[in-house]
């Protein structure tokens, strides 16, 4: 009788411990567990700093998630670029498991799926609202590009449009031949390169750098990327060209979240929509305020950008958006032609 309590105490105890340990390994939770080794897993990255428009994304949804749970499931965010993962390295990064998840900025990851190119293509969105609507039709699109990684999108983020930071104006073409600039995808790279610029495309912190050693004299990026990052101590001019209204999409592990309670589950995904929601709100006045703040430190905004300009860059695009069809399926078309009509 002895014997068998014992080896049944033995059984309960491998089978608590075990227990123990599959709470130990899920990637989101940072309360479930009182034990300060579990947030050391916890990780949300984004290679932009909390100003920053994705920054304030992944900020929102942590405090939401914290308040929706009672603290019993909160984030560890790395802004910044503290993590050293930059977006184009950011879902592999999870794969990997040396993140849980973060808010990439999408164009990169064209190189993981062609459908996350679609943002950005050049001058294909001009407006707030098409750029609204782009994002709900290619949603479902972009989940499944995930899901095939292993990964849940939590919410889209849409950007302010994208201009040129500058150490001159740029009042013609030949202005454009004159830049040594950094792109954020590697389509925008081949359009800078079609009209003549040095271009490559880097991670934020890679181009930040290079500017200040001079190696570098422009780059694109909305307002929202350059304010956050104070480029106006280096390049003193923004041409806003709308190249694009690109996005960032947050997501997690699918393991990580599924290892929840569903009733966790559940706020998890209460704390995207209502981040995606608020993303959206906060997008209506933020140029408006990106350029106020940039104006304020002396920021020339030259608009509008020249014609000549324009028309150069939306040459050189075709070739890209030509290629980018050729590599999604119809449906990703199908969005296209829907936003080339708009």
């Known amino acids: 009788m002895h014997f068998l309590a014992t080896r049944n105490m033995h059984r309960a105890w491998i089978v608590d411990r075990t227990v123990?340990?599959?709470?130990?390994?899920?990637?989101?939770?940072?309360g479930m567990v009182p034990a300060p080794a579990i947030a050391q897993i916890q990780k949300m990255a984004t290679e932009y700093p909390e100003s920053n428009i994705s920054g304030v994304g992944l900020a929102t949804f942590g405090k939401l998630l914290a308040s929706n749970t009672q603290g019993s499931v909160t984030t560890v965010n790395g802004f910044d670029n503290e993590?050293?993962?930059?977006?184009?390295?950011?879902?592999r990064a999870a794969q990997d498991r040396r993140i849980d998840g973060g808010d990439a900025f999408a164009g990169p990851l064209e190189a993981s799926d062609p459908i996350f190119g679609l943002s950005s293509l050049p001058f294909v969105v001009q407006s707030v609202d098409v750029a609204r609507e782009v994002s709900t039709r290619a949603r479902?699109?972009?989940?499944?590009?995930?899901?095939?990684?292993g990964l849940k999108l939590l919410y889209i983020t849409v950007w302010p449009p994208t201009g040129i930071w500058s150490d001159q104006p740029l009042k013609n073409v030949e202005d454009l031949r004159a830049l040594s600039v950094r792109t954020y995808?590697?389509?925008?790279?081949?359009?800078?390169?079609?009209v003549g610029a040095t271009a490559e495309y880097l991670p934020f912190n890679e181009a930040i750098a290079k500017v200040r050693e001079h190696k570098l004299n422009a780059i694109l990026t909305s307002g929202d990327g350059g304010a956050g990052r104070k480029l106006w101590d280096d390049?003193?001019?923004?041409?806003?060209?709308?190249?694009?209204?690109?996005?960032?999409?947050?997501?997690?592990?699918?393991?990580a979240f599924e290892a929840l309670p569903k009733e966790a589950q559940d706020q998890v995904e209460a704390a995207a929509a209502e981040t995606g929601k608020r993303q959206l709100e906060l997008l209506a006045n933020r140029t408006a305020e990106n350029y106020q703040r940039m104006r304020s430190n002396g920021v020339s905004i030259d608009e509008p950008a020249p014609p000549a300009v324009?028309?150069?860059?939306?040459?050189?695009?075709?070739?890209?958006?030509?290629?980018?069809?050729?590599?999604?399926?119809a449906d990703a078309v199908a969005i296209l032609d829907w936003a080339n009509q708009q």
């Open 20 to 30: 123990f340990i599959a709470v130990c390994a899920i990637a989101l939770v940072g």
């Open 235 to 255: 390049l003193r001019h923004f041409t806003p060209i709308n190249y694009a209204i690109p996005i960032s999409i947050a997501f997690v592990r699918q393991d």
């Open 83 to 91: 993590m050293k993962i930059s977006s184009g390295e950011m879902l």
């Open 140 to 149: 479902p699109l972009y989940e499944r590009a995930l899901a095939a990684r």
């Open 185 to 194: 995808d590697y389509n925008s790279a081949e359009v800078m390169r079609t």
């Open 310 to 329: 324009i028309a150069a860059l939306k040459k050189a695009g075709s070739g890209p958006i030509a290629a980018w069809q050729t590599k999604v399926s």
